[in-house]
C-alpha cells in the first residue's frame, strides 16, 4: 500500500532550522522517480498551502514567495525519500506540513508533521 510518512517538526526558536522528511513507501523504486513531490503546509484557521514542489526528475524546483531563500526541497530516489530542509524559521512558519505525491494532480498524501516556531 502507497504510505507517505513525514517526520522531522518539532518547536524550534525563530531563526533555527529544521529538516523535515517524506519517507515513501508502497512504491516500487521505479515508480517513485515518475513522480513529482510537494511540500504542503496548513495553519490554523487557513487554508493548506504549497510551499514547494521539485520535478519527477529532480532538476526542477519552485517555491512559495514567502520561503525562497530559507527553504530547499531535494528527493532522494535511491532511499524514496523527500527532504524540505527550512532555515532562519519564522513564526509565520508555524504549521502541519504535509508532503504530497503528484502527477498533474495531487495523488497521495501524508500524515503531516508539526512545526512549531516560537521563542
Known amino acids: 500500500q502507497v504510505q507517505l510518512v513525514e517526520s522531522g517538526g518539532g518547536l524550534v526558536q525563530p531563526g533555527g532550522s529544521l529538516r523535515l522528511s517524506c519517507a515513501a513507501s508502497?512504491?516500487?523504486?521505479?515508480?517513485?522517480?515518475?513522480?513529482?513531490m510537494r511540500w504542503y503546509r496548513q495553519a490554523p484557521g487557513k487554508e493548506r498551502e504549497l510551499v514547494a514542489d521539485?520535478?519527477?526528475?529532480?532538476?526542477?524546483?519552485n517555491y512559495a514567495d514567502s520561503v525562497k531563500g530559507r527553504f530547499t526541497i531535494s528527493r532522494d530516489t535511491s532511499k524514496m525519500t523527500v527532504y524540505l530542509q527550512m532555515n532562519s524559521l519564522k513564526p509565520e512558519d508555524t504549521a502541519v506540513y504535509y508532503c504530497?505525491?503528484?502527477?498533474?494532480?495531487?495523488?497521495?498524501w501524508g500524515q503531516g508533521t508539526q512545526v512549531t516556531v516560537s521563542s
Open positions: 521539485i520535478s519527477s526528475a529532480g532538476g526542477s524546483t
Open positions: 504530497n505525491a503528484y502527477k498533474s494532480k495531487p495523488i497521495y
Open positions: 508502497g512504491f516500487t523504486f521505479f515508480t517513485f522517480s515518475t513522480y513529482g
